[in-house]
């Protein structure tokens, strides 16, 4: 160990490698008392990280860790290089002092050299099987010399008398011969000792001939044929603690061989027995597995802090044993439905994982997951109901896509889908629901024209084989309704969410937890057409079914509590929103984390309500740190991104920071017409706000064009009467009146004035803000009639007698 710390300190990485090839030298023991050992003399302050990368996914480990001490890397890092930097050295800005990044049973250093942290303050230690060429340092272990085999055979075997001769000693030959046979090799030796350890009388000749009757079955064991004796060797003292083991033992060892090369928690192996008494199981385990050295007792990887080091003891086989057990697990009469049994159960832990992954799901769930992977991959055919197997892949996916690893959330729906076509047909409910899924992502990642395809085959397959009105049908339709209401398509979505919402009333209840989903959608979108007295009774009514239905601090609930206060703050009734909104948030914070795009949805909501009070100070921080969550969690280039730029930059403008407002506009805009299109109406919101700061910097030659592209937008896509026309309009007449083109700009003021005084005649709830539109707008309007009578124009006058009848 001293040689080893020594080699770590004089360079940045150092492997610790088996000089032929073989297992069961001790590279992962070597590692784990070093490890151990200087986490305890704190040798490492910044922490360590011990990552098992076998199967070279070193990648989503560290990602995946990463997130858990709050670090995500930005979407516009595409290269997984850089992401893997991004997360080295925000870990370095967290702590301080030098770090440990212990990655154990490393097959191909060339495959993950590029992935490995640049920064000095990392020092790395591999265990690998082969010798690792410079610059990395290596620390090659060769087998031991003959007197440090007979050593460790006493220590194993308790031989440490005090006087006279001991066991090895009395029968020194034999032993000798022994460790020469099992080729000097640490496990093998272990397990030998181990063995007569628990056999007293059992004399070295008698194990040295049953080891040479032993012979190996399991050719996965057999690598290289340069280790093929020593391979042998530990083979066979497998064979020999096999021989020892009692059936239900065996037959443990082998159901554990299903199970990942990781951690692995014991109520999971209970619960793949239900059979068994709880005693005799732990029996089987302790005395059995333990005490022959074919499990082992060990602490897991570090917790979410880097701090913490290394803990939470879990029990674990070595690489070589699980071979072994699998092998067995061939011959196995119940092979099958030990396969099957790991299966279901973990299968139960992937139904336990909801839509919407809260930090409390991510921590009950997280040492299951490496095991539920193993089912995805391998095994999800032995779950007989199609439906559940779906379940193993969209577990990982939603756990993956709540820590915003788009890439792995993506990598399982596609899987999913493909093993749904292949397992029940392309026309299948089952495919249809994997198509839907698939779609759902590409719409949180906002690659929308991805994604409405996806949604409409699954709205196709759903309708014809489960019926126009199941409830399936219904989530399919509500799902496409909210792909148009994102792409501005509000004529095509309002029918989709009327007749979802007619379904799950009809098929699951009035107070259902679906029923209140289509409510709070299809207000939202009466909401965005400024058919606000329609969309309150529907937020209202959904709030109530959450509230009761999920109770008051559930993820849904705060969205209804947003989407309450949204509808509040557009109808001017700030003191109803504020509350709304600082609950949601709070909801979201506790339940999803800080950092979570649900909470930066909160945030960027509550800052707005803070700017339309004039309270820019306390909206600033706020939007800021929505703007960053964005881009960390959902890309640089995600539809959400472009509305924190645009948020922040309408603050900026506000607050007379003109240099500082420029440049988000510009890139916000940029954003929507790539992602969202040309013509979208958030795309004219945000041509509408650059368009009047440039009025506001004089700079009217840039911005009469942005107007008069906005105002088309707004007619086609949301109307000639909708309010956003009217804005615009009065919008684009007013840069006509401060450049003296009065003209031009009175039609314009006059028919803003008309859909105005049209919203007033409809007994509309935001009477007062729709009165000071009016009002702001003929003021505006008369100003730059000059020589006009626009002022006693019969249009104004029957609009002035309308705004006093409704004082």
């Not at 066979?236 to 059936?247: I, Q």
């Not at 699954?458 to 909210?482: F, K, W, Y």
Request: with cysteine.
């Amino acid at each position: 160990m001293q040689q080893l710390h020594g080699l770590l300190q004089d360079g940045s990485r150092v492997a610790i490698a088996a000089a032929s090839g073989m297992g069961g030298i001790g590279k992962t023991e070597l590692a784990w008392q070093y490890a151990t050992f200087h986490r305890d003399c704190n040798t490492y302050p910044a922490g360590i990280w011990w990552l098992f990368v076998r199967d070279n996914d070193l990648a989503p480990q560290v990602l995946q860790k990463a997130l858990r001490m709050g670090i995500q890397p930005p979407d516009t890092l595409d290269n997984l290089e850089e992401r893997l930097q991004f997360c080295y050295e925000e870990w370095a800005k967290q702590t301080s002092g030098n770090a440990l990044l212990v990655l154990d049973d490393v097959s191909d250093y060339r495959a993950v050299q590029p992935l490995l942290p640049r920064n000095p303050r990392f020092k790395v230690l591999l265990t690998a099987r082969q010798i690792v060429p410079p610059p990395v340092g290596c620390l090659p272990l060769k087998v031991l010399k003959p007197e440090a085999a007979l050593n460790l055979l006493r220590l194993t075997a308790e031989d440490l008398p005090g006087n006279g001769l001991g066991r090895i000693d009395a029968q020194l030959e034999d032993a000798q011969a022994l460790c020469q046979w099992l080729d000097y090799l640490p496990l093998g030796i272990e397990l030998v000792g181990r063995h007569l350890r628990r056999k007293q009388t059992l004399s070295l000749a008698t194990v040295l001939q049953r080891l040479q009757g032993q012979r190996l079955e399991a050719r996965a064991l057999q690598e290289a044929e340069a280790g093929m004796t020593a391979r042998r060797g530990v083979a066979a003292a497998f064979e020999l603690s096999w021989a020892e083991l009692n059936p239900p033992a065996r037959t443990l060892g082998c159901l554990l061989s299903v199970f990942a090369l990781a951690p692995i928690p014991w109520e999971l192996v209970a619960e793949c027995l239900p059979d068994w008494d709880e005693e005799d199981l732990e029996d089987c385990r302790d005395d059995e597995l333990l005490e022959q050295s074919l499990l082992s007792l060990v602490e897991d990887e570090t917790s979410d802090s880097a701090q913490s080091g290394l803990v939470q003891p879990r029990y674990q086989l070595h690489a070589l044993i699980r071979e072994f057990f699998a092998v067995k697990l061939q011959g196995h009469a119940d092979a099958e439905i030990l396969r099957s049994k790991f299966a279901v159960v973990l299968t139960a832990v992937a139904k336990t994982i909801p839509e919407t992954v809260t930090l409390e799901v991510q921590e009950r769930v997280k040492e299951a997951l490496p095991h539920l992977e193993v089912v995805a991959e391998q095994w999800s055919h032995l779950v007989e109901d199609s439906t559940d197997a779906i379940e193993s892949f969209t577990g990982l996916a939603w756990v993956a896509q709540g820590q915003s690893l788009w890439a792995e959330a993506q990598k399982w729906f596609k899987a999913c889908l493909q093993m749904t076509e292949k397992r029940c047909g392309a026309e299948h409910p089952d495919t249809a629901k994997s198509l839907n899924n698939l779609a759902e992502l590409y719409r949180a990642m906002g690659r929308y024209p991805e994604a409405e395809p996806l949604y409409v085959r699954s709205l196709s397959i759903l309708e014809q084989r489960c019926g126009a009105d199941h409830p399936d049908t219904a989530t399919s339709l509500n799902n496409l309704a909210l792909l148009y209401y994102a792409r501005g398509r509000y004529a095509e979505a309002e029918p989709l969410y009327v007749r979802s919402l007619s379904i799950r009333e009809q098929q699951l209840g009035v107070d259902h937890p679906g029923t209140a989903q289509s409510l709070s959608n299809l207000a939202l979108l009466y909401e965005s057409m400024g058919r606000y007295a329609e969309a309150e009774p529907l937020y209202v009514r959904s709030l109530s079914i959450r509230q009761q239905q999920l109770g008051v601090d559930h993820p849904d609930t705060a969205l209804s509590l947003n989407n309450l206060a949204l509808l509040y703050e557009s109808m001017g009734r700030y003191a109803e929103a504020e509350p709304l909104y600082v609950r949601s948030l709070s909801i979201w914070e506790q339940r999803c984390g800080a950092d979570h795009p649900e909470t930066a949805t909160s945030l960027n909501n509550l800052a707005f309500l803070y700017e339309s009070m004039g309270r820019y100070p306390e909206a600033e921080p706020l939007y800021v740190r929505s703007l960053s969550i964005r881009e960390q969690h959902l890309g640089a280039e995600h539809p959400d991104t472009a509305g924190s730029l645009n948020n922040l930059a309408l603050l900026y403008e506000a607050m007379g920071r003109y240099p500082d407002a420029e440049p988000l506009y510009v890139r916000s805009l940029s954003i929507c017409e790539q992602q969202l299109g040309a013509d979208h109406p958030h795309t004219a919101s945000i041509l509408n706000n650059l368009a009047a700061l440039y009025g506001a910097m004089g700079r009217y030659p840039e911005a009469e064009p942005l107007y008069v592209r906005s105002l088309s937008i707004c007619q086609q896509q949301l109307g000639a009467d909708h309010p956003h026309t009217a804005g615009s309009l009065k919008n684009l007449a007013g840069l006509y009146k401060a450049m003296g083109r009065y003209p031009e700009a009175e039609p314009l003021y006059l028919r803003a004035l008309e859909i105005f005084l049209n919203r007033l005649g409809e007994n509309h709830p935001n009477t007062d803000k729709v009165k000071s539109n009016f009002i702001d707008c003929l003021q505006q309007a008369i100003s730059a009639g000059q020589d006009s009578q626009l002022s006693q124009h019969p249009t104004t006058q029957a609009m002035l007698k309308r705004v006093r009848e409704t004082e």
